[in-house]
């Protein structure tokens, strides 16, 4: 048995329990993880409100099919599946769980797992998977981010965007970040050639133009994106915290405008891979990528961690420690 977070309808971080359950058994291509740390993503809040509506196709549309919660995950390989060559037990690992990574131990398919690199603590690994990977495809594929370019980094002091200005810098591009004031020092530290402060000024109004726009709040109009970019520009939407009517009518705006303007427009959803994980761990075992962590919390305070994520004032991540 192991203690787990689970919950059983859906609401606020109230529904969340922990609870004895069993300990998971690998399907043939999975890895049971002994979990050490997992960190809180915005999909984990989705998924515990079933909202948006279109969250409960996956989930279950009157109650939570499947009561476990979380993916990112670092730990120690438990156990390999029959199929398994890559890992063995004893490894120390982090990447994307099955679901459930909440849990003392959490399922994995061995294929969204990569090593941990030994300068960094499970803690960090923990961190890493869905943010850092929306901000390397977000840049890197989408919005095909070259070295020198100038990119702009809209939320650039929460959990994609921290990795975002790493990222970006390690690409060799020029980052300018947008943030508040507290997190101006914080956003400069990681790599951001200039920051606006946004309660101050707005990026809208500068005079910079820029190759890529990185975007993980989409709270702005079109016009005053498109007012900043380059004329073959490229707008890349990983976030917003609007409401699903408005993400959903600037999806719509973004498909109409793009066939009619030289910039482009993108909004997508990470994809959970093993080589794009392999290429973050190669940036953490450099230096050129650290995790900002803004709070640790234990297991038995999980809902505290989903809490304080939704306020939506979190610098870089929130992390679960377990063991």
Known sequence: MMR???YRRYGSADVLELVEAAKPEPRPEEVVVRT????VNPLDWHFMRGSPAPVRLMTGIF??????LGVDVAGVVEAVGSKV?????GEA????????????YASARADRLVR???NISFEQAAAVPIAALTALQGL?????????????????????????????RALGAAVTGV???????????????????????????????????????????????RRVMNPRGVYVGVGGDGGTMKILLDLLKVRVVSPFVSQRFVSFIASLNGTDLGALAALLKSGKVTPVIDRTYPLERTADAVRYLETRHARGKVVITIC
């Not at 690992?93 to 003392?104: D, K, M, P």
């Open 4 to 6: 787990a977070i689970t």
């Open 85 to 89: 060559t890559e890992f063995e037990e």
């Open 179 to 225: 943030c508040s004031t507290r997190n101006v020092e914080m956003v400069t530290s990681i790599g951001a050639e200039r920051v606006v402060d946004y309660t101050r000024d707005d990026f809208a109004t500068g005079e910079t133009r820029y190759h890529v726009v990185l975007d993980c709040i989409g709270d702005r109009s079109l016009s005053d994106y």
């Open 116 to 118: 941990k690199p030994g």
């Open 93 to 104: 690992v982090f990447g994307a769980a099955r679901g459930g990574a909440f849990a003392e």
């Open 140 to 168: 890197r594929d989408k919005g095909a981010l070259r070295p020198e370019q100038k990119v702009l980094v809209i939320g650039a002091a929460g959990g994609v965007g921290t990795f975002a200005v790493q990222i970006a």
């Open 63 to 68: 109650r939570p099919r499947d009561g476990g």
């Open 36 to 39: 050490h740390a997992a960190s």
